[in-house]
């Protein structure tokens, strides 16, 4: 077993601008969905390459196709001027083709070093994996990224910015040429985010191509050699650097001129208050939390990863029980003991993560939006017979008005993308007379055109009288949005915005200025 | 098979894909095609004794009290827990049903539908254990499963209880009405019931919901535990009533008569998870699969194949459920 090369010494191509991988006329059908309609795209050594597209428009399918988990229709991908076929996981790695997706795939019961090597081949001394000087051949390529933390520490310790450090070193030791990024910085905080982008430049410039796959058009502004986006399973366009706008791309993708932004009132702050919180605490996450929630008020909670804002929703969830605190509903008590008595007050919540906590993957469309409303889709109490006719009409209705795209109401949730998913999320609970509905990230990992989609529900749901939290880690979500945004930091509300003071400058200012007094004192 | 491959193959098509193709139908029609295979083959083999209206009749006798208790394992299955308790529960509560009518003296409908209720009492407590306190629903179930063997032994000190058995409790299983065993219409009740249970109730979506994402049902307000407990209730009243079903049957109350359907339900229940979805368990699916095994060993009893054969074809027909079922759920598009 050779030692590991140093990334830098791979092969270059013959010419400075030939493609290391081209891809041809690629077409990949899902059932009845064309999710590719012959694509075409090539990717340069040395290149940030960015693809942009509305979810469904087909990035993850491309993804998938390269990555040899599944096989084309139609269309070929040539490598190095090669045609090749990428049969499976295995061939990609070993043509340099590596993934690093949205979902971190690490073992947490194993270290940093155990990980990195997951699956490649080890040296190995007596017959035994030679662990030290593993860790000497892999430390230089790890300083590369960044890994400043020891090559033995548990993965259950590290953030997930140290995870995505990982997956990178990974891709490196197995001496990547093309490393696609699905997501990368969708939970990554701004700091943790301009570390990333200056590791994708290093790599970039070592002559590694990325293809850098994000639905945040700033970032792709700022870091990418070129840009292709994708519509419908077709590319509609591909600009070089200096040709780049943002409305280009928005344009692009969204099919049309951009959505415009929303404009909040402050009028609803003037009306009664539903829902109060008083010094909700459940500890270490959540100190001392308080807040008035008004009638048909869009309430924001804006700061950093790990701010306590997913732990205070869960407790308004009944998910878990505060230590200390008060709630108040509707002028009563309010102390759910469980998502259940939480629901039957009135309560909804779409969860941070849709696919594990949101949705049931394997099953239809109409047996998740009907799931928060069994009660009512039954014949009568004696006879607890379900309406199925009225439960896939109703679901029908839900995808009309929430233009979930999808072939029927009766196909598995788990088919449709990203944004569709959140949809019917956000549909299994109009399916009930709410009075606060809760949002937990509700465009992460959502194009532009669905992002905007879901905006105008949220408004539009609150015009009819339903008040609602949204969180949300992207400080330029929630301006536009919401009526007032809270910026909790550290277990505590740390600042109250409203109307033209709540700026995206200003949440950011607040998420991070508790964090530095507290640093400082 | 040659054709089922072409037209699975479409010409634009890879032609490396064609492996890949034949295996996902092979596991959602795989099992349909090997019970009509199967009755086929011993129609020719036995063109005398097996394709006869009364052999066929005798057929779904000798699987009706299979399908019932493989009926209630599937709903446990649904929820996403395994019950290793049945066949000795189906033993134990055949016992004491003959001897709460030989014993106590209680009339054969009272000692039923109490024996019915002991049933759904050990779900109860099988579901308790391995919600609220969180104990592996395999350990679990296999802890209750041996403890209920000695309370067998304890009740009925390990001999048959036969003498004095009711004829009116022999006749439920041994009867026919319009020329159907009761034993038949029995199951298809329990069938239907179980099916319109599962998929047309708002407890039977639960059920669904729960066994495909715990989180998420939670997050959906499903009483997730409730739920646990409900299904393995109604997986111990099944195996309740087949229980009393073969008491019935042999006439009295005998203390291991029901353990070899523990390993036939599970056979049945994945053979059922690769019959026309894609390795997900359905009631209607768990049908076809317990028909599978009985008329297997249907064959094997006409052509007077040795005891032993009867193990292997057990034994096998579970190892290739189970892998026609993970088939099914690796190449479902999901």
Redesign the interface.
């Known amino acids: 077993m050779p030692a590991l090369e140093q990334t830098s010494a791979r092969p270059q191509p013959a010419a400075p601008d030939a493609p290391f991988i081209e891809v041809r006329g690629l077409a990949k059908h899902f059932g009845g969905v064309q999710a590719l309609a012959g694509v075409d795209i090539d990717i340069r050594a040395g290149e940030v390459h960015g693809l942009v597209g509305a979810n469904g428009a087909g990035k993850s399918t491309l993804i998938k196709l390269l990555a040899g988990l599944q096989q084309p229709d139609a269309g070929t991908i040539v490598i190095d001027g090669k045609p090749t076929v990428v049969e499976t996981p295995e061939r990609a790695t070993s043509l340099g083709l590596s993934f690093i997706h949205q979902e971190l795939h690490l073992v947490p019961q194993l270290n940093v070093l155990e990980n990195i090597m997951l699956g490649a081949p080890k040296p190995t001394r007596f017959g035994m994996v030679d662990w030290r000087r593993l860790a000497a051949e892999v430390k230089p390529i790890a300083a590369k990224v960044g890994i400043a933390f020891p090559l033995d520490r548990e993965i259950a310790r590290l953030s997930t910015a140290e995870k995505w450090l990982i997956s990178i070193c990974r891709a490196l030791v197995r001496k990547c040429r093309l490393m696609v990024m699905d997501e990368p910085t969708a939970s990554l905080s701004a700091a943790e985010a301009e570390r990333l982008f200056q590791i994708v430049r290093d790599l970039a410039a070592s002559g590694i191509a990325v293809l850098y796959v994000s639905h945040r058009l700033d970032e792709i502004l700022d870091l990418c050699d070129r840009v292709t986006a994708f519509r419908d399973g077709r590319r509609v366009l591909q600009l070089e650097r200096g040709d780049l706008t943002r409305r280009a791309l928005v344009e692009s993708i969204v099919g049309g001129a951009a959505p415009e932004a929303l404009t909040a009132s402050d009028t609803v702050l003037k009306r009664d208050v539903i829902f109060r919180v008083q010094g909700l605490r459940r500890l270490p996450m959540v100190k001392n939390v308080g807040f008035d929630l008004h009638r048909g008020e869009v309430l924001g909670l804006a700061g950093l990863v790990g701010a306590g804002r997913s732990e205070t929703v869960r407790m308004i969830f009944g998910a878990d029980r505060p230590h200390g605190g008060t709630m108040t509903l509707d002028g009563a008590a309010f102390a759910p003991r469980s998502p259940v008595e939480a629901m039957q007050a009135g309560i909804g919540l779409v969860p941070e993560e849709r696919r594990s906590e949101g949705l049931i993957l394997e099953k239809s469309v109409a047996f998740n939006i009907g799931l928060t409303n069994l009660k009512a889709l039954e014949l009568s109490p004696l006879l607890p017979l379900l309406k199925m006719g009225r439960r896939t009409s109703q679901a029908e209705s839900l995808v009309k008005r929430l233009l979930v795209k999808t072939p029927s109401t009766a196909i598995p949730v788990g088919r449709l993308s990203g944004g569709n998913q959140q949809k019917v999320a956000l549909a299994k609970w109009l399916a009930r007379e709410l009075k606060i509905l809760i949002l937990d990230e509700p465009s992460r990992g959502v194009d532009v055109g669905a992002r905007a989609e879901i905006h105008r529900i949220i408004r539009d749901l609150a015009e009819h009288g339903l008040s609602t939290i949204v969180i949300s880690s992207d400080a330029e979500e929630l301006p536009g949005l919401c009526d007032r945004v809270l910026v909790m930091s550290e277990g505590v509300v740390a600042a109250e915005l409203k109307g033209t003071g709540a700026t995206r400058e200003a949440i950011l200012h607040a998420s991070y200025a508790h964090s530095e007094t507290r640093k400082s004192a | 098979m040659a054709e089922t491959i072409k037209t699975e193959t479409a010409p ?3 032609p ?2 064609l492996r ?1 193709s034949v295996l996902p139908f092979l596991a959602k029609y795989g099992t349909i095609i090997g019970l009509l295979l199967m009755i086929v083959v011993f129609s020719f083999l036995a063109p005398v004794a097996f394709p006869t209206v009364s052999n066929f009749v005798n057929v779904l006798n000798q699987a009706s009290l299979g399908m019932i208790i493989a009926g209630g394992l599937t709903v446990a299955v649904i929820v996403g827990e395994l019950d290793l308790s049945i066949g000795f529960s189906a033993s134990f509560l055949g016992v004491l049903v003959t001897g709460l009518m030989v014993w106590v003296g209680l009339p054969v409908p009272v000692a039923i539908l109490a024996v019915i209720l002991v049933g759904a009492l050990i779900g109860f407590v099988n579901g308790i254990i391995v919600t609220k306190i969180g104990v592996n629903s395999v350990i679990a179930t296999l802890g209750t499963g041996t403890i209920i063997v000695g309370l067998n032994f304890a009740y009925s000190s390990g001999a048959p209880i036969a003498m004095g058995v009711p004829d009116s409790f022999v006749d439920i299983a041994l009867g026919r009405s319009w020329g159907i065993p009761h034993n038949v219409l029995i199951m298809v009740v329990v069938i239907a019931l179980l099916w ?1 249970v599962v998929e ?4 039977g ?2 059920i ?2 729960v066994g ?2 715990p ?9 997730v535990h409730r739920v646990k407990i409900i299904a393995f209730m109604i997986c111990g009243a099944c195996a309740a009533l087949t229980g009393i079903l073969l008491a019935s049957s042999l006439g009295s109350g005998t203390t291991s008569a029901a353990d070899g359907y523990l390993l036939s339900a599970f056979a049945a229940v994945f053979l059922g998870s690769a019959t026309l979805r ?1 390795g ?1 368990f359905h009631i209607l699916g768990t049908v076809f699969g317990a028909l599978i095994i009985a008329v297997g060993f249907n064959g094997l009893a006409i052509f007077g194949a040795p005891t032993f054969y009867q193990y292997v074809f057990q034994g096998g027909i579970l190892i290739v459920a189970v892998g026609l079922s993970s088939l099914g759920r690796l190449y ?3």
């Open positions: 634009e098509r890879p490396h894909s890949l319109i047309r109730t708002s407890i979506q639960s669904q919901a495909g994402n989180v998420a049902s939670r997050l959906s307000g499903i009483p894609d997900e479902s598009t999901t």
